[in-house]
């Protein structure tokens, strides 16, 4: 191996160490001391690669938002229409916080004081112009009846979507292909016109079929939610 590519390794060996502590205690009670013991190397090689925990952390972000970048570009790949890109989308996210570190770490990163002013803004106001840009489209494949509040139901969706991450945080059965499938099984008998219901997966791509999209008689057991859609469309 060579000398560039263990230092490849090392850097990456660090940014992955950093982003577990970073995950488990935040960025102001994880030290550079805590993160050279994580990842078995010395303070000087750390300070090789990054000259502070600041340096560090956006390093972190940078490759959280790459991460990013590729679930949605990996979403679009499936094709299919605006809700179903929505779908996916949720599904690749959720999957991609219970299992990378780094991305998970990078988006809590965000949320810390001062780091914002370093490029790294919150990815929040994005994912709900996304989401708006998605539904909107939707309306003109007639996947969304015309009458329902874009806006309103674009905020749910976003405000449910970074609920789930904070509370995935404690609990990682938030994160679940359930969850996912559930939120859109309790939000689209709302929004979609019935006889296009079946065209539209809930479940994750290649699943089984038990996660489908139920008929609207699904609302009988989600008074809740039908509540707050209800309220969404202006009823």
Known sequence: MSRQERASRTRQLIIESAAGAFDQ?????????????????????????????????????????ETLRETVREARRLGGSGLQYLIDLCHGLARRLDQDVVFRAGLRLTEEPGLEKKGCPSPYPAWERLIGRQLARA????????????????????????????????????????????????????????????????????????????GPHHWDDLPEAAALVARAQGA
């Open 25 to 65: 205690e935040g960025f102001a009670l994880t030290g550079l001391s805590e993160i050279a013991q994580l990842c078995g190397v010395s303070k000087g090689a750390l300070y090789f690669h990054f000259g502070s925990k600041e340096q560090l952390a956006e390093a972190v972000m940078a490759e959280s938002r």
């Open 139 to 214: 309306v003109r494949d007639e996947d969304i009846h015309p009458e329902v509040l874009l806006a309103e139901v674009t905020s749910l969706l976003a405000a449910t979507a970074a609920g789930i991450e904070t509370l995935s945080r404690r609990d990682k059965g938030w994160l679940g292909p359930h969850v996912t499938a559930g939120l859109w099984n309790a939000v689209l008998p709302a929004l979609t016109p019935v006889e296009r219901l079946g065209r539209i997966r809930t479940a994750p791509e290649g699943s089984g079929a038990a996660l489908t999209t139920p």
